[in-house]
């Protein structure tokens, strides 16, 4: 069940948490290094909690190395994002077509299994509770609705898709408002599957998938130029 972010973070917790924050605030100028020892006393802890951080921000593509050594925050090329959101797109609705030229038109058991999961999640009360984590959840859904079509190699293709656009996904799930819609349109394309009406769960996805790229890009663009500005100053 998603519970939102622990109220009482270890210092691992607090350094990478804060440093997530920033790094999809835009806060940090292209090609900045990421001293350790400087972020160590701006958060408030120690140079081990920042290091480790480091190096999970950079498995989830926030930041890149730099060629000197060190850390550096990714920048977005929203024109990528953009080709690979089609893709994405393409590859769900293709799963969901493929679904209705077979009898039964779609694996009722997973479908009825990952709605029972997304009917028991709870969306957090504050944006202060919204998990980083949730984008993680958002892919598996997805993943999974595909999964239902039977055909797993989309679904591999579909997987590698998500892992490259996770980096601005993330900007998708920033407020308790959009962890609430979500959930709410993801049940709503599992009810259509269910009623097979595949029409129905095809515009409702492609209502959900309109809206969160609108999302996405809006607060990427913002992104990039509070970035570009620290880079002036």
Do not use: C
């Not at 730099?66 to 994405?88: A, K, M, V």
Request: zero cysteines.
């Amino acid at each position: 069940m998603y519970t939102g972010r622990d109220t009482t973070p270890t210092r691992r917790e607090l350094a990478y948490h804060s440093l997530r924050q920033r790094l999809l605030q835009g806060d940090f100028a292209p090609g900045t290094r990421l001293g350790e020892e400087r972020l160590a006393a701006e958060i408030g802890v120690s140079r081990t909690p920042i290091r480790e951080a480091l190096s999970r921000l950079h498995s989830e593509g926030l930041v890149e190395r730099l060629p000197d050594g060190g850390f550096g925050p990714t920048l977005i090329n929203l024109h990528l994002i953009s080709e690979l959101y089609e893709i994405r797109f393409a590859l769900e609705r293709f799963a969901l077509r493929r679904a209705e030229d077979k009898v039964p038109t779609h694996d009722e058991d997973l479908v009825r299994a990952l709605q029972a999961d997304w009917a028991d999640m709870d969306a957090p009360a504050a944006d202060d509770e919204v998990d980083g984590d949730f984008v993680l959840l958002d892919e598996d859904f997805h993943e999974r609705l595909a999964a239902a079509a039977g055909n797993q190699s989309l679904v591999d293709q579909l997987h590698k898709v998500n892992e490259r656009i996770r980096v601005v996904r993330m900007q998708d799930f920033l407020t308790a408002e959009r962890v609430e819609l979500t959930i709410e349109q993801h049940l709503a394309v599992l009810d259509a599957l269910l009623r097979e009406d595949i029409p129905l769960a095809e515009q409702r996805l492609i209502g959900h998938f309109a809206e969160s790229l609108s999302v996405v890009e809006e607060r990427a663009a913002l992104v990039i130029a509070r970035m570009l500005d620290r880079s002036t100053r």
